[in-house]
């Protein structure tokens, strides 16, 4: 699991993420993408992210609901739950 750190100080309902994945061999996915929201003292549930592809040097867009109890935002996870032919991941970035 990778653990991206964020400074969202104001109050938010709708997070936007670019999950890129990296440029190496066998760097996709067909397991179920993840992310978990953490803010300053309640962390949310996994969040499955639905019609990735996750494939080599594909970047997947997300808008997700963040509760007003996550503000601020202080971290996010994202991880994958192994299942799929061939489950292993090569994550780039988060932006």
Known sequence: MHRYWT???LLISNVAKEIYTGDKKNAGTDS???IVMHGTN???N?????DG????KSVDKFTVYAP???SPLT???IGH????FGPGWYLDKVC
Request: no cysteine; hydrophobic share 40%.
């Open 7 to 9: 400074e969202l100080l």
């Open 32 to 34: 179920r993408v993840y």
């Open 42 to 44: 309640v962390s949310s």
């Open 46 to 50: 996994q969040i499955f992210l639905s």
């Open 53 to 56: 592809k996750f494939e080599k």
């Open 68 to 70: 007003p109890n996550l």
């Open 75 to 77: 971290a996010l996870d």
């Open 81 to 84: 739950d192994n299942s799929g």
